[in-house]
């Protein structure tokens, strides 16, 4: 059966990282048999600059269509002057939203070739291999009501709801154990239940699934405790599961603890296997089309959707294979570059990578 | 004028590390004039133990009368199945809202004698001196509705409301840029307009709070971001300002780069400069009454109180001077010990304060 994936470059550095994703899918489907149909869409910024909407009709009717969803980045201050329902944001979180996108996993890993790179030191970090489950489709980011209004003594007032079902909370719980018997069966759900209902329940459900898991070894622990321990000792963590407005902050802190997220993919998955897959990093405006950007994450962002969503082990083996060598080799996009190793522009390092499968 | 001043010891360590406090404070008046009578409470679990409530009745009234006050700290297992109304952090949360104590001080300092005990790299976190500001009595805390119901559907859902009005926003945006005023003149505005209205509306008025202070440069950042930017390169910080939530995550990533959250303190403080004084980390119930437990956080939080609320200044740096000296001595409780240094107790540590007045 052929695969079908749809790539949206979207804004930035976008454009180039995907640019070079395509090159890797192409050179699978010549060199290697990978049975694959490539679609492209535009979205974010450039979903508004071509049909007016930051997720066109036509781009969401593809995804729709896709097995596998490839996504270079969102945003750039040419958008920051649109109102709310046209920033490039808000056609990401249609994406999720729309296609239910629930379960976002954010691996933080240190490749040992990048060690030097974080700003912790070797031995709170080195060997780091954790894995942060976000729920993606609730919370505070789609919760109801929501607004800016004024209320009757005359007095302006903004609010979001954080809010979650039993059935939202269960089914990221679920993916938080599946991910964890696969690993080292260790789970830490993070939460604030020491202030709020809506944690509450969050760790009452995780409880009563994890009934299901006697295998795992279930931990909870509060968001700002969780904070403080991936500064203090990153280690201690297999996986981490939280709702979608803590996932958010304790990723990205995480992926920071290994000094370089131009190298860290992210997967975020419906309920069947489907997914959308993007490199953990942003848009970059500044270094926009200078050929600047590492493509790294883009490559192994691939790499997971042909695991998670194609059922390609094989292929994505040889895709993380090959990047580990071009590290070997030294090659070094500027983001990543010390003493001693080779400066290489994006299209080098892509190329590096396809020759290395 | 008499100062008036409430030490609540708590739970856990509190009583320890308050009895130390208690001890300066005792020295300060008896051979440095400082003019003050002490008053004790309980708060918490120990509230709960003495009168049935985290926050009784008596200790609420005198925390009205009191100038400033002193927290050890709150909380312990031995309290965890109690009722949500009656567990020890009610009494901490109902404090905070019935003295109004919005205004939240963070400080995040690298103590140059203890900074081989952070888990960065020296170059990334030496001579860091960042001071956190957290909106404290606003917020997903304290935000209605909240609650766990079942829906018409008969599913049950958790919730709280995130919400802030402009003159909440505007108090702590000018305690904010009042700060900054005193530092190196940077403010850095941290929230996610990009996905919450309720961050929409704390930029906008942030941003017109700003046009009174011009010598102040004020950016915005989104927690993400700042979650990130704090592990990469803390130093880029002067003040930071944020919500209540947000904050509280911030606060403690940004405690932990320090390595040594014994060491710090905090200040609460409502609209006319009375506060609320208390180290940052938790009642580590775990050592309690072993004589472990670092007490100079909460010399240093009786050195705040005696700086923002007796307008003691003199006092203030001559505590902050002893504290100085006692660590030059190289005298170290079990939390920051490092080869080479005197490892001592709880009690030895503050009397060795005392001594160095
Ligand atoms: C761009 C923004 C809306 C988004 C989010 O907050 O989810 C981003 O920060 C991310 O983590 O993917
Ligand atoms: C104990 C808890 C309610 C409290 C908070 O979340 O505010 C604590 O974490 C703090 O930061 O003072």
């Known amino acids: 059966m052929t695969h079908k994936i749809l790539v949206m470059p979207g804004d930035g550095i976008g454009p180039e990282i995907v640019t070079e994703a395509t090159r890797l899918l192409n050179a699978l489907r010549e060199r290697f048999g990978l ?27 593809l995804a729709r269509e896709a097995d596998g969803l490839l996504l270079g980045a969102v945003g750039g201050p040419r958008y920051d002057e649109l109102p709310w329902e046209k920033r490039p944001e ?51 980011y789609f919760g109801k009501p929501r607004g800016i209004d004024t209320r009757e003594d005359g007095v302006r007032q903004g609010y979001n709801t954080i809010i979650y079902s039993e059935p939202e909370i269960e089914r990221i719980a679920r993916s938080g154990f599946d991910i964890a018997m696969k690993r080292d069966r260790r789970l830490c759900s993070v939460d604030k239940a020491n202030v709020l209902e809506v944690s509450q329940l969050w760790r009452e459900v995780v409880e009563r699934v994890a009934k299901d898991y006697p295998d795992v070894a279930l931990s ?52 069947h296997g489907k997914g959308l897959y993007e490199p953990i990093h942003g848009s970059a405006p500044d270094i926009a089309g200078q050929g600047l950007a590492n493509p790294l994450a883009t490559l192994l962002s691939v790499a997971m959707m042909l695991r998670y969503s194609l059922n390609e082990e094989a292929q994505a083996a040889r895709v993380e294979a090959a990047v580990g060598r071009v590290l070997d080799d030294g090659l070094r996009t500027p983001d990543i570059w010390t003493q001693g190793c080779d400066k290489v522009d994006t299209q080098t390092m892509g190329q590096a990578v396809v020759a290395a499968l």
């Open 220 to 271: 909870h622990m509060y968001v700002d405790n969780a904070a403080m321990q991936l500064v203090r000792a990153p280690k201690q963590f297999d996986v981490i599961v939280t709702e979608n407005m803590f996932g958010d902050i304790l990723s990205d802190a995480a992926a920071m603890l290994t000094g370089s997220i131009g190298m860290l993919p992210s997967a975020s998955l419906d309920a």
């Open 90 to 140: 808000r056609g990401l979180l249609a994406i999720r939203a729309q296609l239910e996108l629930f379960s976002n996993l954010r691996p933080a890993i240190l490749y040992p070739q990048l060690a030097s790179a974080s700003a912790l030191k070797p031995e709170i970090v080195g060997g780091l291999d954790i894995m942060i489950l976000r729920e993606l489709t609730g919370g505070a």
């Open 35 to 61: 049975d694959a149909e490539l679609e492209k869409a535009p979205i974010g910024g450039a979903g508004y600059d071509a049909a007016g909407e930051p997720l066109p009709e036509q781009t969401l009717k």
